[in-house]
C-alpha cells in the first residue's frame, strides 16, 4: 500500500501539492480489555499545513475507526 504512494510514476505522487502519510507499523485494529481501540490517530496534527490533498493510511477496523468522525 505505502509503495503505491511512493511511486513516481503514479499519478497521485506528480501533482504537486499532495501529501500522504502511511503508518503500516501501528495495528490500529487492536481493542484493550475494555473494548476500546489501543491506538488512535490525532488528524488534525497529521495534516500537513501546504497541502492539495491529503491521504492517511493504515490498518483499521471499518468499524471502528481509530480518529474522530470530524
Keep these: 500500500m505505502k509503495s503505491n504512494y511512493e511511486n513516481p510514476d503514479?499519478?497521485?505522487s506528480l501533482v504537486p501539492g499532495n501529501k500522504f502519510k502511511i503508518d503500516v507499523d501501528?495495528?490500529?485494529t487492536e481493542i484493550n480489555d475494555?473494548?476500546?481501540l489501543k491506538h488512535?490517530?490525532?488528524l488534525a496534527s497529521e495534516i500537513?499545513?501546504?497541502y492539495?490533498?491529503?491521504v492517511f493510511g493504515c490498518r483499521a477496523n471499518n468499524e471502528i475507526l481509530?480518529?474522530?468522525d470530524s
Design 66 to 68: 481509530p480518529f474522530a
Design 34 to 36: 475494555e473494548g476500546v
Design 10 to 12: 503514479e499519478d497521485y
Design 48 to 50: 500537513p499545513a501546504d
Design 40 to 42: 488512535s490517530v490525532d
Design 52 to 54: 492539495r490533498k491529503f
Design 26 to 28: 501501528t495495528d490500529y
